[in-house]
């Protein structure tokens, strides 16, 4: 079993940063595909952005160009970094974990095995 839980989600004007953290444990994140889903009110959950075990990552369309997602395996971390934030960007950030070897889907919520309980991102205008 993994557990991840998120961290760093807040209050911000439009245009400003964010960055959220995602811890693991239970076991080393280092080959799981892990991913970052939104969550708006009265909206589907969908996704943002996934990194694979080397490095290899991808966006929405919505995101790319202002957010980053990155990995520390040593610590069994993942990271969003957000930038030039949009009050479209409102909503439940969430950490995802794929289990290794899956090969299910990055971009679906049923590709993924593990979910922290999110964390909230709210973009002023």
């Known amino acids: 079993q993994v557990q991840l ?4 989600g807040g209050l911000v004007q439009a245009g400003g940063s964010l ?3 995602c811890a693991a444990s239970g076991r080393m ?3 799981y ?6 969550q708006a009110p009265g909206k589907e959950r969908e996704f ?3 990194i694979s075990w080397n490095g290899s990552t991808d966006y929405a369309d919505s995101v790319k160009g202002r957010f980053t997602i990155s990995r520390d395996n040593a610590k069994n971390m993942v990271y969003l970094q957000m930038n030039s934030l949009k009050p479209e960007d409102t909503a439940t950030y969430y950490c995802a974990a794929q289990r290794p070897k899956d090969g299910s889907s990055w971009y679906q919520v049923t590709g993924y095995n593990y979910w922290g309980q ?3 991102v709210t973009v002023s205008s």
């Open 5 to 8: 839980v998120e961290s760093g």
């Open 33 to 38: 595909v892990m991913g970052w889903f939104r």
């Open 48 to 50: 943002v952005a996934a």
């Open 19 to 21: 960055r959220l953290s």
């Open 118 to 120: 999110g964390t909230q």
């Open 29 to 31: 994140i280092s080959s």
